[in-house]
């Protein structure tokens, strides 16, 4: 399967804890996209990335939120010390040009 | 800023009916692109149709078509025949160069669609 992919699916957690993320762009896509989804709504940016260079961050991402792409390859989104309001589905796409952005299948957090 | 709204919240049909998803949007950039996104009960986004603003002739795929008005702002979608696999949210879309080619996308709450047998 030559798709974005995300790991892990699923991840439940209790408040407070650290989790993070991955999601495996589209080989040599060098855009790379995240996305929160929670439930009702429609998804909504987060940060963006170009190669390794994070360009852009939502006020979205507070200053519990990181995200890496190192080399330009996979990226990473960590969230510290968790909250039962970061519950929500993370979507990652990448993009080979402007415009043309495939998802993965998201990974689902659950705080308790 | 940018702004889409998907006034349906929620639309019930009988399968072979037609279906109309209302998407309107708001931006003040003259260069813009528009998109349909779908997503199944799986959660997974499966891409639809992309329109740039200079192009507003009507698409057709299949039982898929969309109509595309810049005058009234509004890129709405139709499903002709619907049937159950139809069933899903929809989700219409926007994105503007926000800097550094950042084409984020900016999404409608969507329309969940319930196509009934």
């Known amino acids: 399967d030559t798709g974005v992919s995300q790991n892990p699916r699923h991840k439940i957690t209790k408040r407070g804890q650290n989790v993070t993320f991955r999601c495996d762009p589209i080989?040599?896509?060098?855009?790379l996209y995240w996305y929160r989804q929670t439930l009702g709504q429609g998804p909504e940016f987060l940060t963006y990335f170009q190669n390794e260079a994070q360009l852009e961050k939502s006020r979205l991402l507070s200053d519990r939120f990181s995200a890496e792409r190192p080399k330009g390859s996979f990226s990473t989104l960590e969230i510290q010390r968790t909250e039962q309001g970061d519950s929500a589905m993370y979507l990652c796409?990448?993009?080979?040009?402007?415009?043309?952005?495939?998802f993965g299948p998201g990974t689902r957090l659950t705080v308790l | 800023a940018q702004k889409v709204t998907q006034a349906q919240t929620e639309i019930s049909v009988v399968e072979k009916e037609d279906v109309t998803l209302d998407c309107v949007y708001e931006?003040?950039?003259?260069?813009?692109?528009l998109f349909w996104y779908k997503q199944p009960p799986s959660g997974e986004l499966v891409f639809l149709i992309r329109r740039n603003s200079f192009d507003e002739q009507n698409e057709i795929s299949g039982r898929y078509s969309w109509n595309f008005q810049k005058s009234t702002s509004s890129f709405n979608f139709t499903i002709t025949a619907s049937q159950v696999v139809d069933s899903a949210v929809y989700f219409c879309?926007?994105?503007?160069?926000?800097?550094?080619?950042?084409?984020?996308?900016?999404f409608g709450k969507g329309t969940l669609l319930t196509v009934n047998p």
């Open positions: 080989s040599e896509h060098n855009r």
């Open positions: 879309a926007l994105s503007v160069n926000s800097g550094g080619s950042n084409y984020k996308l900016t």
């Open positions: 796409a990448s993009s080979p040009v402007i415009n043309e952005q495939f």
């Open positions: 931006t003040r950039d003259t260069t813009y692109y």
